[in-house]
């Protein structure tokens, strides 16, 4: 399934803004890959909306196994880190490359890809918008806009 404009949109300024600000798009994996596994499962879905959100960033066409890999190795270091510590540097990397909504954008996107929002994904969601100063309003209406995207 393709991104909706809204994601793809946010997906394309969120890489431009890392690019600005010399990120390479490993932290977008990790955020991705935070949320997919949030519910302890990284779905197909999950991992299909991953790659359709990497394969710009990188400029390259990946098949799903190459994403799952990605995927695990970002698992590992935020087995690593800790999970709140991994939140807390993505926090900062969003509101130093003033992506913070695109950030959010894209970590909806890979929690609605499957089956809508779980409890785990939003808990870990409202983590990152919180520890990137996002107000929890704004939150809420980011995710009215991806999940209506999705349902359009």
Do not use: W
């Not at 949109?9 to 890959?33: H, K, M, S, W």
């Not at 935020?78 to 990397?93: D, F, N, S, Y």
Request: charged residues 25%; glycine residues 4%; negative net charge.
């Amino acid at each position: 399934m393709k991104p909706p404009a809204l994601v793809h949109q946010a997906a394309g300024l969120l890489r431009a803004r890392f690019d600005l600000n010399e990120y390479n798009p490993t932290p977008i994996v990790d955020l991705g890959a935070l949320v997919a596994n949030a519910d302890g499962n990284v779905d197909a879905e999950e991992i299909d909306a991953l790659r359709q959100l990497i394969e710009p960033m990188l400029g390259a066409e990946l098949n799903a196994e190459l994403v799952r890999y990605l995927i695990e190795a970002s698992l590992k270091v935020i087995a690593a880190a800790g999970v709140e510590p991994r939140v807390r540097l993505l926090a900062e990397i969003l509101m130093d490359c003033d992506a913070v909504e695109e950030g959010i954008i894209v970590a909806l996107a890979v929690a609605h890809a499957s089956e809508g929002i779980s409890d785990a994904e939003r808990a870990v969601i409202t983590s990152l918008a919180r520890a990137a100063e996002l107000p929890a309003r704004r939150l809420d209406q980011l995710n009215e806009q991806v999940r209506a995207a999705f349902t359009a």
